[in-house]
Every structure is written in C-alpha cells, then in structure tokens.
C-alpha cells in the first residue's frame, strides 16, 4: 500500500516537473519585448514634432506642386468620391470643378450642416486645411478621413483637382520668403559702423592708448593717480606746495 502511494507521489511530482520544465521553455521561445517604438504608424498621419521644418504657406508648395502626384495621392479618396465630370456622387461629392465654388456646391448632395455651415468658398488655403484635418476644419462634419499631414502632398491633391476644371485657375507664385532676413543683413551705407564694428574699434582705441607711469602724471600728463596719500600733481610748470607738517 505505502509502495503505491509513494509511486502515485512520485508520478506526481515528475509530472509537476515536466510542466514547470514546459513553461520554462515556452517563456524562452515565445518571449516578449517591448517595442522601442510603441503605437502603429497610420499612413499620411506624422507623429506630432517630427518634420523639424516650420509648414510654409501652402502657395509655396502650390508653386511645386505637379497634378500627376496629386493624382497618386488621391488614390486614398476615391473610396468615397469621384472626380470626373458626370461621374455621380459617392458617400462623398463629385469634387469635378470644385475650387473656387462655395462649401456645399453639388446640387443634391447631403452635406453635413457641419460643413454647410462654414462660411466661403474652396480655395487654396481652405482646401489645404481641409485636408490637413476634416474635423479641425468643420467640426462635427460627416467626413472620416484623417487628413494629409504633408503639405506638399496636399499641395498636389489641390492642383489635381484644379486641373479637374473646364476652366482651372492658375495657380498661385511662390510668396516671397525671408524679406526681412535680406533686409537685416545688408551692409550698410559707406562710413555706417555697425555695434560690432563700433566696439572693435572702441576696443582697438583702449588698446593703442598711452598709459602714463605716475613720473610722467606727476609732469602734467593725465592725472589718473588720485586717493588719499596720492602725491599732489599740479600743472605744468608749477611746483606743488610743501605737505603740511603734522
């Protein structure tokens, strides 16, 4: 009887054994690490701080921009619109010859009062925002695309759908850029000194300026030696009174 018990407890613990062993090495082959970028990256998204550069206006890219990306790009709407004339409208608008008509121009079509309700028309810079973010742009809009984070993409979607136009409008000159800078930066007119060359010349002066021993101050020189118990220095030509005796 004790035989089998000790058999049945032997088995046992061999048992326990082998599991421990099996979790051990399952651990080992199907270990997990931690990510050193967490999240997924969504197409067209960028994370917030990258890019580096300041965004410029959008008619800067406009004035780069080539219709034939825009249209690669576009690619990602035309799951919900059309862009050819005639075409009919998918859960989005025809967007045939749409800059430079009002929000909700398509006749029929069920805008959202979110977009219907923003004041203007489509151009350059309402249409750059738009696609930046939908939502920013109309809150409450229907529209579920995240948006074009690149502005030179959005640049190319817009003149894309500019060309798409019996009578596209031409696009706009790059805007003058670092005016300002040019301005700061040129040289001034002959005989001008700017601070910096003023201070070398002040420093310059210092350096070249005589400096006097107290023999030489005490003959009329400058008189730069002063305080009290400093001998008396008077004008040339004189003799200084005798000090007093205490």
């Not at 965004?55 to 050819?84: M, N, R, W």
Request: hydrophobic letters at 35%.
């Amino acid at each position: 009887m004790n035989d089998r018990h000790n058999t049945t407890a032997g088995w046992v613990l061999f048992a326990g054994i082998v599991a421990l062993g099996g979790t051990l090495v399952a651990a080992e082959v199907f270990r997990g690490e931690r990510p050193e970028k967490m999240g997924y990256p969504i197409e067209g998204v960028e994370a917030e701080g990258e890019g580096g550069e300041a965004e410029q206006p959008i008619e800067f890219y406009l004035a780069s921009a080539d219709p034939a990306k825009g249209a690669d790009v576009f690619k990602k709407c035309q799951a919900c619109h059309t862009v050819e004339q005639g075409q009919p409208n998918g859960l989005g608008p025809n967007l045939y010859a749409t800059m430079g008509k009002p929000h909700g121009h398509v006749p029929g079509f069920a805008y959202s009062p979110a977009l219907k309700g923003v004041p203007g028309s489509w151009d350059w810079n309402s249409m750059s925002e738009w696609l930046a973010n939908p939502k920013k742009y109309a809150p409450g809009t229907k529209m579920t695309f995240a948006g074009l984070s690149n502005p030179q993409d959005r640049a190319n979607v817009i003149a894309f759908l500019n060309s798409k136009s019996p009578s596209p409008l031409p696009l706009p000159a790059a805007p003058a850029a670092g005016a300002a800078a040019a301005t700061a930066s040129t040289p001034g007119a002959p005989g001008d000194k700017s601070a910096a060359e003023a201070d070398d010349a002040g420093a310059q002066k210092a350096e070249n300026e005589p400096v006097l021993t107290e023999q030489e101050a005490q003959k009329g020189g400058r008189a730069n030696i002063g305080g009290e118990g400093a001998p008396k220095v008077t004008a040339p030509g004189t003799t200084a009174a005798p000090a007093p005796k205490q």
